[in-house]
């Protein structure tokens, strides 16, 4: 093992158990709760806390001033085997309250109790007002060294690697809401680098709504509930939202991104990342690049089907988070690429006739090839939600040498914004000395006491000039990595509140997309609108909602019209005839497969022998097998069980990314219509059948594109479920094994797209 990497030793172990090297009551399905399984009755010895699961550790020991301490990490996590109050007292009982006798009233010298209950009434804090509902993981950056020639910033170096914490967030939805809803994600990343933190703070579209940021509490105040009855949670299908961006055609181009599929990703590890801006980087020698940042998934990039999202959301409302934890955990570490597309820096900052300071615009990546710097890889979730994907704190402002700003509207005023957020949500200016915030760099501020002062700050000169702490700290020159602005140009002008001319073309990029997309993906933004925009109650905002879409592509408008009931408006301007991007198309490529989910439906009258070997190979595949029977606990309990990880009460199709029938499993014990309305365990006749909850399973990844495969019978449930045995994606052999690698051909597309007829 490695015994000088404790990332990649668990990483190591966490494969050994996949390996079948471990053993559990899962056998190495990943979503245990701690690190060992407990017994039935209470344990009453005292120990140690225990320590954390294999595929966890917590932000790294370094001190609130930068410095490396040396210290494990679970000498920052609660220590001893006994209850204390947060003073180290020991405790002899925390159920009861200290009274006067035991029918008395409660004494205000119950110190536990006070400390106890006043904690507890401080346990949280302001949540987001944006990118609230948020999971995350730590991991490593890999420079590749390509990036030299752009950037003297360190981080980017060829080999170096860098500390990285990644969250992964919606946009509109409180921290209660639904992983699953059509939203915008954000994709955060912390470097922890030699020469500072510096802080990618970006999303999974690459334009936003507004050019702006005096226009961002507008944006955002349309999309969040409407204020007087706080709904609908999470959404933008509702008036307020579709007001705004219908008036404000600047929002055009997001907003369709947004009815697109990257509204609804499958999960965090297939989803792109942008920086959205434009951004500057400096080399060696002074000269500067402009550049726009792309994070692109090893695993490609992939979507719900809208009928998958709201399912999920009742379903499993943690369905993101849970799948990057899984995932992490199994052993089948996301990745991503760093890449950039790059243009001069000229004095107009445009580049073939888009500009690059309006972040409602992208640059196609047939003009700008994007240029990979460097690769990231999440190993390990946190130990802790609060103390770090809660706590996280990120700012645009947080630079190293080689990477600087530009003069994009929105740019400017995030740089504000985020810095002045935190001093509310994490109450004080010293967020920064929180262990996720702090940076690996040494410190040396000068910034004194203020609320959470955690440094205990030595010297008695905290100013410059001084001569009482021998004139430290000193100021370092650019050759000392020092962090120095470009010193751009400013234009001298007037005061004004207006736009470059550039920024007014509303439209000519919005049907750009539209016309890049493949018709299957056109059939769901047509869905998406026609949803969204049913749900409005004003019928004028509908009416303008479909003359904006007149001026996108007038098939587009038609067919959203005929499904909101309305008569289709002309195009008041000329159409453009913009060049197709293929590169904003999802579909069409063929993809890894690891971590995908594969669940195989058996009972204890299966082909266990079968059942056990395709649940072999899917692990060695890099694939997470999960078994699904009537009820829970062991198949073949006096053999070689088969663990069952979901039941059919448990189980429903949005988890799966394939469904594999190992034979014609019968009704579970609950199947009974008063207990569960989608069981029913009577035939026509009265006799048993297959449990319905199985046909919907199967019927259920048939309509939503998922491949499916049976052996030993498991094809008697085909016509029941719906499902035409001759259907592209369905799947017959007489044994697993065959079955399973057709079906792994097939999972590399992500769905079976020929199931799917377009309209448009």
């Not at 007001?243 to 965090?268: C, K, Q």
């Not at 005929?562 to 289709?568: E, K, N, Q, S």
Request: glycine share 10%; net charge negative.
């Amino acid at each position: 093992m490695n015994e000088q990497n404790p990332v990649k030793a668990a990483a190591e172990k966490i494969a050994n158990t996949l390996r079948g090297e471990g053993s559990g009551p899962q056998d190495g399905i990943p979503g245990k709760p701690g690190p060992v399984s407990p017994p039935v009755a209470e344990p009453t010895a005292p120990a140690e806390p225990l320590p954390p699961k294999a595929d966890q550790h917590g932000p790294e020991t370094v001190s609130p001033t930068g410095q490396p301490t040396g210290a494990e990490q679970a000498r920052m996590a609660q220590s001893g085997a006994y209850l204390t109050t947060a003073q180290g007292a020991r405790l002899y009982d925390t159920d009861h309250s200290l009274k006067a006798g035991p029918r008395g009233p409660v004494l205000l010298q119950d110190h536990h109790l006070r400390e106890k209950i006043t904690h507890f009434d401080h346990e949280r804090i302001p949540e987001r007002v944006v990118h609230a509902r948020g999971a995350a993981a730590h991991g490593v950056f890999r420079g590749y060294g390509t990036a030299a020639k752009l950037s003297k910033a360190a981080f980017l170096a060829k080999d170096v690697e860098t500390p990285v914490f990644v969250r992964f967030s919606t946009v509109l939805g409180s921290r209660g809401s639904a992983d699953t809803v059509r939203d915008t994600r954000g994709f955060a990343t912390k470097f922890y680098t030699e020469e500072g933190v510096f802080d990618l703070v970006g999303n999974n579209i690459p334009v936003f709504f507004i050019q702006d940021a005096i226009k961002f509490p507008d944006i955002i105040h349309a999309g969040k509930p409407h204020p007087d009855r706080e709904i609908p949670q999470a959404q933008s299908a509702h008036d307020t939202f579709w007001d705004f961006v219908t008036l404000h055609t600047e929002a055009t181009h997001h907003t369709l991104w947004n009815m697109s599929d990257r509204g609804i990703p499958r999960s965090y590890r297939m989803m792109e990342g942008f920086g959205v801006h434009t951004f500057r980087l400096v080399d060696a020698a002074g000269a500067t690049t402009l550049v726009k940042f792309h994070w692109k998934p090893k695993l490609g990039v992939h979507s719900l089907v809208w009928e998958e999202a709201q399912i999920a959301a009742g379903v499993d409302p943690d369905f993101h988070r849970r799948d990057l934890a899984d995932a992490i955990e199994a052993g089948a570490f996301p990745q991503w690429e760093l890449g950039v597309q790059t243009f001069p820096d000229t004095e107009d900052q445009t580049f073939e006739g888009i500009d690059l300071l309006d972040a409602t615009k992208i640059v196609p990546e047939e003009l700008a090839p994007v240029q990979p710097i460097g690769l990231m890889t999440l190993n390990a979730n946190p130990s802790n939600y609060f103390a770090e994907t809660e706590q996280v704190a990120f700012h645009l402002g947080n630079l190293v040498p080689g990477i600087d700003v530009t003069n994009d509207p929105l740019l400017q005023g995030r740089l504000f914004s985020y810095l002045d957020t935190q001093l509310t949500r994490l109450g004080g200016p010293n967020f920064n000395q929180l262990p996720i915030n702090r940076t690996h760099a040494p410190v040396n501020d000068m910034l004194r006491d203020g609320m959470h002062q955690t440094a205990v700050h030595r010297g008695v000169a905290p100013y410059r000039p001084n001569s009482l702490d021998g004139g430290c700290p000193f100021l370092a020159g650019e050759d000392t990595g020092a962090f120095v602005e470009v010193p751009a140009a400013v234009a001298a002008s007037r005061k004004v509140r207006e736009n470059p001319a550039s920024f007014d073309d509303h439209f000519s990029q919005p049907r750009q997309f539209w016309l890049s997309m493949t018709p299957v993906e056109r059939e769901h933004i047509v869905a998406a609108y026609t949803f969204e925009l049913g749900k409005c109650y004003e019928q004028a905002i509908k009416e303008r909602a479909l003359k904006v879409l007149a001026r996108i592509d007038t098939r587009l408008c038609e067919e959203v019209a005929a499904g909101l009931g309305l008569p289709t408006p002309a195009p008041d301007t000329q159409l453009t005839d913009p060049q197709p991007s293929p590169a904003l198309s999802q579909l069409g490529e063929v993809w890894p497969l690891d971590g995908r989910i594969i669940g195989i439906v058996a009972d204890a009258a299966a082909d266990l022998d079968g059942v056990r070997a395709v649940r072999q190979a899917v692990l060695d595949a890099g694939m997470v097998p999960l078994v699904i029977a009537p009820a829970g606990g062991k198949l073949d309990a006096d053999g070689d069980p088969v663990t069952v990880q979901r039941t059919f009460a448990t189980a429903r199709s949005v988890e799966f990314d394939a469904i594999l029938l190992a034979g014609t499993p019968g009704p579970g014990g609950d199947a009974a219509g008063a207990r569960d309305a989608k069981a029913d365990n009577t035939g026509t006749a009265g006799e048993a059948v297959t449990d319905p909850r199985a046909l919907l399973l199967v019927n259920e990844a048939f309509r939503h594109g998922k491949a499916i495969g049976a052996w030993a019978g498991g094809d008697s449930i085909l016509a029941p479920a719906g499902v035409p045995a001759d259907a592209p994606g369905v799947v017959t052999a007489d044994s697993g094994a065959a079955v399973l690698r057709s079906i792994t051909e097939l999972l590399g597309a992500h769905r079976v797209w020929e199931r799917f007829t377009p309209q448009v």
